[in-house]
């Protein structure tokens, strides 16, 4: 193809499998408070990630600056090619921003290539899910705004429903109150929340035990999947495979489902939901 598809790493796809799937990626980056030293998005294992959650330990995030698009567009432009950026949530980050001022200033350095930048309004791997079924379309032979218009008609489509484990991350990030936050602990409360159409977390309900919400997940599916055309299924963690089997597994045997991806929450997206949070990201017929 004539042109190059860029991801972030708020995609929660491995590096690994994105250079496999030929896509380039640029990776968010955090501090643990204290240490100083900043991280990539893939530098460091999941499960050492939320174990020093897991000990206390406070990961800070940083969305991808200004130069850092300039230069990973760039590279692609020198070499004659256009590109296309899909873009973690602009409800959720910066990137989106920093991305569409890069892409504004190369525009005029480079005006004979296209330069595309999408809002996935989608997180880890509801981002994931649209980015695979663009390189789908990419593999048939779209061009670079065939691709982008492609995203922008398809990302209201994707459901992002997911739970979490520990509700004081979301408290820290400050989805919900120190209150609730306590409250919620001590009943037992796990806080079933989507991604709505602006690309913002929402709480949806509130249940009570792991299990239960576990089960809750795969009943969104039931509601909201496009029956004539249910698609993929991905699944992503943090650091709780075993519960994302077992909501493939209720899928399988109640809807029929097999489940495409299972992956891990990196550390960009685990530092605002915790370790234990699992997410169901499918089609359906509204987000």
Same mark, same amino acid.
């Given at each position: 193809?004539s $042109? !190059?598809?860029i991801a972030?790493?708020?995609?929660?796809?491995?590096g690994?499998l994105? @250079? @496999?799937? &030929?896509? @380039?990626?640029?990776?968010l980056?955090?501090?643990?408070?204290g240490s *100083?030293?900043?991280?990539?998005? $893939?530098e460091i294992?999941?499960a050492?990630?939320?174990?020093?959650m897991?000990?206390?330990? /406070?990961a #800070?995030?940083?969305?991808? &600056?200004?130069?850092?698009?300039?230069?990973?567009f760039?590279?692609?432009?020198i070499r004659?090619?256009d590109v296309?950026y899909?873009?973690f949530s602009?409800?959720l980050?910066?990137?989106?921003?920093?991305?569409?001022?890069?892409?504004?200033?190369?525009?005029?350095?480079?005006?004979e290539?296209?330069? #595309?930048v999408v809002?996935?309004?989608a997180?880890?791997?509801?981002y994931?899910?649209?980015?695979?079924l663009a390189?789908?379309?990419?593999d048939?032979?779209a061009? /670079?705004?065939e691709?982008a218009?492609?995203?922008?008609?398809l #990302?209201?489509?994707?459901?992002?429903?997911?739970t979490v484990?520990?509700?004081?991350y979301?408290?820290r990030g *400050?989805?919900?109150?120190?209150?609730?936050?306590i409250?919620?602990s /001590?009943?037992?409360?796990?806080?079933?929340?989507?991604?709505?159409?602006?690309?913002?977390?929402? &709480?949806?309900?509130?249940i #009570?035990?792991?299990?239960a919400?576990?089960?809750?997940?795969?009943?969104?599916y039931?509601?909201?999947?496009?029956?004539?055309?249910?698609g993929?299924?991905?699944?992503?963690h943090?650091?709780?495979?075993?519960?994302?089997?077992?909501?493939a597994?209720?899928?399988?045997?109640?809807y029929?489902?097999?489940t495409?991806?299972?992956?891990?929450i990196g550390?960009?997206? *685990?530092?605002?939901?915790g370790?234990?949070?699992?997410?169901?990201?499918?089609? *359906? !017929?509204?987000?």
């Amino acid at each position: 193809m004539s $042109y !190059t598809v860029i991801a972030d790493s708020a995609c929660d796809i491995s590096g690994e499998l994105l @250079k @496999k799937w &030929n896509v @380039k990626c640029i990776p968010l980056t955090f501090i643990f408070e204290g240490s *100083g030293k900043v991280y990539s998005d $893939y530098e460091i294992s999941g499960a050492e990630f939320y174990q020093k959650m897991r000990e206390g330990t /406070v990961a #800070r995030t940083s969305a991808i &600056n200004v130069d850092a698009f300039l230069n990973s567009f760039e590279e692609e432009l020198i070499r004659g090619r256009d590109v296309f950026y899909l873009a973690f949530s602009s409800g959720l980050s910066s990137t989106y921003s920093s991305a569409c001022t890069a892409a504004s200033e190369l525009r005029e350095r480079h005006p004979e290539r296209i330069i #595309r930048v999408v809002d996935s309004l989608a997180a880890s791997a509801g981002y994931g899910l649209l980015l695979r079924l663009a390189l789908d379309e990419r593999d048939k032979g779209a061009s /670079v705004d065939e691709i982008a218009d492609f995203c922008e008609n398809l #990302r209201d489509s994707i459901c992002h429903w997911f739970t979490v484990d520990n509700l004081m991350y979301l408290r820290r990030g *400050g989805r919900i109150s120190a209150t609730a936050a306590i409250a919620g602990s /001590v009943l037992g409360i796990k806080p079933v929340l989507h991604v709505d159409d602006d690309g913002h977390l929402i &709480n949806m309900s509130k249940i #009570r035990g792991r299990k239960a919400a576990i089960r809750a997940l795969a009943q969104k599916y039931g509601e909201l999947c496009d029956k004539k055309h249910p698609g993929k299924i991905y699944i992503s963690h943090g650091d709780c495979e075993q519960d994302a089997r077992e909501l493939a597994g209720i899928l399988k045997t109640e809807y029929g489902a097999k489940t495409d991806l299972v992956t891990n929450i990196g550390p960009v997206i *685990g530092a605002h939901s915790g370790p234990g949070t699992l997410a169901l990201f499918f089609i *359906g !017929t509204h987000k």
